[in-house]
């Protein structure tokens, strides 16, 4: 899980809305929307749930009412658990 914090630096309360909170298959963000009051910090929560091994490369979309959208870019490495249980201490 990342967590992404964002400040706002104006004079009037921001709202913002995720355009795409799956932006492909087990990858999550939330909120999708909310408001950031005047110096105020807003937290998105990125979550990657896999089902395969995969390389990813994708981008998050935020729309901020009545100013631009901002690209947040994120790219990743999903590798297989390399698990090793030692079976002859746990047979006693």
Do not use: Y
């Amino acid at each position: 899980m990342i967590n992404w914090h964002t400040k706002t630096l104006f004079c009037m309360f921001l709202s913002f809305q995720v355009l795409d909170p799956n932006p492909f298959p087990g990858l999550t963000v939330s909120p999708i929307h909310g408001v950031i009051p005047v110096g105020g910090v807003a937290e998105l929560k990125i979550q990657l749930t896999p089902n395969a091994v995969m390389k990813f490369d994708t981008r998050v979309n935020i729309s901020i009412r009545g100013w631009k959208s901002l690209e947040l870019r994120m790219g990743g490495t999903v590798e297989a658990p390399c698990v090793d249980i030692d079976m002859v201490n746990q047979i006693r």
